[in-house]
Every structure is written in structure tokens, then in C-alpha cells.
């Protein structure tokens, strides 16, 4: 990082000194003081066009006046209550609408916790107590948080586990199809062909199907670099779990809630799962989760085996009643399919520019910029991702990478249309910048992090 000892480089250094490495992925030494729809503007007062949402966690725009109004009114009746001893209203509304928000509804029941990590986590508790069997299968270049059970699935960076293993019991890992990164003139085809001899080779081999609780994985995987499967692998491993009695738990945390163009992402592509993992979103970024499923299975686990203090709390509950009715109201869903589309357009014209951008994938607004050495190889090039990511925080853009090399594109549902055609000025000028080398990456930075 550049320190010049501005406001902002003074506050991160305390920062530093007081809270753990692994809490932190540095980027840039932006310190947020406040931040409205799409805009972060800084302790200095510098602005900045929002791409990353604070990591798709805010679909309906910072500090949507609906959702702080729903929040306001909520604190001026109370604040806490555990909801697992006495419930109130706004919950119980909040658990009736999400209810309805997953296949079968009227036979379906929610439980609320207060992260990502634990809904994702909580649904191998679902599955396997519903199923009586023991072993889950997740994804390699998955990633569903960091409680043991969630990191115990996830499969992204090996950081994440380096040092505190031994992991959850019982989760095997399989590969997930990368129509990008696939064999030198496959098809689509072939690769989801391929992907799906890979996903039943260890039923066939180690893993007895009749053991299997549940196949739990992102439909989109995020942090891999949005990478987005064939429907024709998603139907075949549909068909697979269904036929073998293994229950399908779909990680909705970052991909869910209108992010790529449908309420949920499994829905591009003929999934039928049985869970549905919530989080981020959901509340606008306030600590809320949920998982979804079918009352048979979600009264499968005996008292307190999945159940939190503040799980369901009110003013969050608010909140997300407020955003669910402004995803709604404002049609974001149907903008996000429509204004994905847009962008992916604009992303397609700035690769025909820069030879760095090897692929665009754009779900929604959803995109994974994947920035390569050489089109034909393809590649990985981090560092020049990482210099692209440096200098858009210098030009006035919040981006983050994801899988090393990937551009992250996950700017509020709720951007105009001026918005995103202001980022995409910027970016063509940082890559034409970094494309002349005349970006300076501080050493700190030169990983292959996130
Ligand atoms: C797909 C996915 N699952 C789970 C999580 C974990 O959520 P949280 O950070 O709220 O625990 C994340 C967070 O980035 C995520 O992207």
C-alpha cells in the first residue's frame, strides 16, 4: 500500500495493529464513512463507484430509506429478544414470508441464524439428521464461510485451512465444471459429460450413495471467479441425488436474492433442492441468515442443535421484510437480468480492447472478469488483476478479485444505468493504464490472495 499518512492510512494502521490477519484481506486503505445506493464516500471525502456491494450483501443499495425507515420503527419497540424463547410480529412475519420463498410452499418451515458460514454449515445438520447418513458431498473451488462446517466444505484457498485441520468429518470433495477452463476444444457438452463421470466416480469407488446426506454447493460458484456450470451437469446431478434418496442443500448466500437476474440462482438450471441457504442480502448486510427446507426435514434435529441468541432478531428481521418488499417493488430482480446484460455487453466491448480479459461470464448483475496472460493458454494472471484492482480504488472504483484473476462485478442491484457506464470508463482507462505499465503495485499487495 501507498502510505502517505492521510486521515484514511493513520485509521487503517490502528486498525492493523488491533485486529487479527485473518480477518483482513488488505485491497486499498479505504476507511468508509458513509455510503448511499451505489456511492462509498471515504473519511477524506473521496467517492467511489460501489462494484462489489460489500460483497453482494447489498442488493438493494446502501442505506435503502425503506429498509432503515422498517429498522427505526422496529428499535423504537425493542431491540432483542431470543426468539427461541419468545417470538415477536416482525419475526414471525419474516418466517412466514420466507416460507413461501421455496419449492413446495405450505409445506416448508425457515430457522433464522446470523450468518452465511452457520446457514450453510447448519444445512449438513438438516441433512444429516433428516437422512440418518453421515458423509456430504461439496465442491472443489467452493466457498461457504468459515465456521468449521462451512470451511469444512469449502475448497477455494488453502489459507482458509492452513494450520487449524483436522476439518469436519465425512466431506468429500468433487470437481465442478469450467466450461472456461476446460479441455482444449471441448464443448460445453463434453466438459458437463466430463464433470459428471468426476461427481459419481467416488459413489462408485469410496462413497456407499445410501450413506450420502446431501450434496450442498454454490449453483454459481462465487469466489471461484463466478463460474457458471452447464445446466445439462446441474440436471444430472439432480437426477443423481433424487434417484439415490441424497438430499440437494443449494448455498444461496451470495449468488441468491435477485443477484443473477432470478430470485435465486439454482433457478437457471433445473435444480430441485431441498434446502435453501439465505444470508448477506437478506437483511441488507445486517446479521441475518436462514435456511429454508421442507418441515419434515427442518424438524429433523432435536432442540438447540441449530439455534442462536439473536438468530431472527427483530430489527434484522425488519430489515429484511423492508428489503425483501424492495426487491419487489422496484422490480430489481427483472433489472438485474436486464442491466446484467447491459454490462456484459459493455465488459464484452472493453475485451475486444484489452487482450488481458480472457473470458466474461455476467449472470445478472453478476460478472467474473477473468484476466489472463494469453487468450489462446489462458493463462492465470493475477498480478495484472491485482494492479487493475489496485488502481480502480485509485480511480474512484470499489472492485475486488476473486480465484486470484478474476474481476468481481456485484455493484447494487439498484445502479443506473449512468453509473455503470461511468465504472466502465474508468476500467478502460485503469486497464489501458496497467496494460502501459504505468501502475505501481505496493509489495504488500503482491499475493495471490483473494
Ligand atoms: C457463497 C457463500 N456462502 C457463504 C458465505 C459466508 O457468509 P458469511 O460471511 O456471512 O458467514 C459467503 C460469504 O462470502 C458466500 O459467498
Redesign the pocket.
Known amino acids: 500500500m501507498v502510505w502517505e499518512n492521510t486521515q484514511g492510512d493513520q485509521l487503517v494502521a490502528k486498525n492493523r495493529h488491533n485486529i487479527a490477519k485473518t480477518q483482513l484481506v488488505p485491497y486499498f486503505n479505504l476507511v468508509v464513512k458513509s455510503a448511499r445506493g451505489s456511492i462509498v464516500t471515504d473519511v477524506e471525502g473521496k467517492r467511489y463507484i460501489d462494484l462489489l456491494a460489500t460483497?453482494?450483501a447489498m442488493n438493494v443499495g446502501h442505506n435503502h430509506p425503506r429498509v432503515i425507515t422498517a429498522m427505526k420503527r422496529q428499535i423504537d419497540e425493542f431491540i432483542s429478544y431470543d426468539t427461541g424463547y419468545f417470538t415477536n410480529p416482525t419475526t414471525i412475519r419474516l418466517g412466514e414470508r420466507l416460507a413461501k420463498l421455496a419449492p413446495n410452499p405450505g409445506h416448508n418451515k425457515v430457522a433464522f441464524g446470523t450468518?452465511?458460514?452457520?446457514a450453510?454449515e447448519a444445512m449438513i445438520k438438516f441433512a444429516r439428521a433428516y437422512t440418518h447418513r453421515q458423509y456430504i458431498v461439496s465442491f472443489e473451488g467452493a466457498?461457504?464461510?468459515?465456521t468449521y462446517g462451512?470451511l469444512s466444505m469449502s475448497a477455494c484457498n488453502v489459507d482458509m485451512a492452513r494450520g487449524i485441520g483436522p476439518m469436519l468429518p465425512g466431506i468429500i470433495h468433487v470437481p465442478f465444471p469450467n466450461t472456461y477452463h476446460c479441455r482444449p476444444g471441448e464443448t460445453e457438452h463434453e466438459t458437463a459429460q466430463r464433470a459428471f463421470a468426476d461427481f459419481k466416480r467416488p459413489f462408485a469407488e469410496f462413497l456407499p450413495p445410501e450413506e450420502t446426506a446431501a450434496v450442498i454447493l454454490?449453483p454459481i460458484q462465487?469466489?471461484a471467479g463466478i463460474i457458471v456450470p452447464p445446466r445439462e451437469y446441474m440436471e444430472a446431478v439432480d437426477r443423481f441425488c433424487h434417484r439415490h434418496g441424497i438430499l440437494i442443500g443449494v448455498?444461496e448466500?451470495?449468488?441468491g436474492l435477485g443477484r443473477t437476474g432470478k430470485l435465486w440462482s439454482y433457478q437457471h438450471f433445473g435444480l430441485h433442492p431441498d434446502l435453501i441457504?439465505t444470508?448477506?442480502s437478506l437483511a441488507s448486510g445486517l446479521p441475518l441468515?436462514a435456511v429454508i427446507g421442507s418441515a419434515t426435514i427442518m424438524d429433523a434435529p432435536g432442540t438447540s442443535a441449530y439455534c442462536f441468541t439473536g438468530g431472527g432478531n427483530p430489527v434484522n428481521a425488519a430489515a429484511a421484510l423492508a428489503t425483501l418488499d424492495v426487491l419487489h417493488d422496484e422490480h430489481l430482480i427483472e433489472k438485474s437480468a436486464v442491466d446484467g446484460e447491459y454490462a456484459k455487453e459493455k465488459f464484452i466491448q472493453l475485451a475486444q480492447k484489452h487482450p488481458c480479459i480472457g473470458d466474461v461470464r455476467m449472470l445478472g448483475l453478476n460478472g467474473g472478469i477473468e484476466i489472463v496472460k494469453n487468450r489462446q493458454t489462458k493463462e492465470r494472471d493475477s498480478l495484472t488483476a491485482a494492479k487493475i484492482i489496485y488502481h480502480a480504488f485509485q480511480k474512484g472504483l470499489i472492485m475486488a478479485k476473486l480465484g486470484g484473476n478474476v474481476l468481481r462485478f456485484q455493484p447494487p442491484l439498484t445502479i443506473s444505468r449512468n453509473l455503470i457506464d461511468e465504472a466502465l470508463l474508468i476500467l478502460d482507462q485503469v486497464i489501458k493504464d496497467v496494460e502501459e505499465n504505468q501502475v505501481e503495485l505496493p509489495d504488500e499487495l503482491r499475493h495471490d490472495g483473494w
Open positions: 460483497d453482494s450468518s452465511g458460514s452457520d450453510t466457498y461457504h464461510g468459515t462451512a454454490e462465487g469466489d448455498d448466500v451470495n449468488q441457504a444470508a448477506k441468515s
